[in-house]
């Protein structure tokens, strides 16, 4: 499985971005997806994550009302939309493929395929 991210670049806070992720390799529709992130200096932490069929989704508390995460299984792509960004949101963003037999999203723990990061930078 190979995941492609695009979509990343600089933006004013309180703008909006929205990030991409193509995967190849696999049906998609095996897998729940995430988007994940790393600032400098910090821990990588899960941003987003969506169960097979796109019912199930979770959230961090950061970005809760402000980030959407969305998929389309016939494209093979998972969407992160990303409103009202803030400083602290700068990182580089990547997507992420748990296989799952369940229509559950997935812990942070659970990803097996990682694609290459995209850097969102948010100034103030």
């Known amino acids: 499985v190979q995941l492609q991210a695009s979509g990343g670049g600089l933006v004013q806070a309180g703008g909006s971005l929205g990030l991409s992720c193509v995967v190849s390799?696999?049906?998609?529709?095996?897998?729940?997806l995430g988007w994940f992130r790393q600032a400098p200096g910090k821990e990588r932490e899960l941003v987003a994550s969506?169960?097979?069929?796109?019912?199930?989704?979770y959230y961090t508390d950061s970005v809760k009302g402000r980030f959407t995460v969305s998929r389309d299984n016939a494209k093979n792509a998972v969407y992160l939309q990303m409103n009202s960004l803030k400083p602290e949101d700068t990182a580089l963003y990547f997507c992420?493929?748990?296989?799952?037999?369940?229509?559950?999203?997935?812990?942070?723990?659970?990803?097996?395929?990682w694609g290459q990061g995209t850097l969102v930078t948010v100034s103030s």
């Open positions: 969506i169960s097979r069929s796109g019912r199930d989704s």
């Open positions: 390799g696999r049906t998609l529709y095996w897998y729940a």
């Open positions: 992420a493929a748990a296989p799952r037999y369940g229509d559950t999203y997935a812990g942070p723990t659970e990803y097996d395929y």
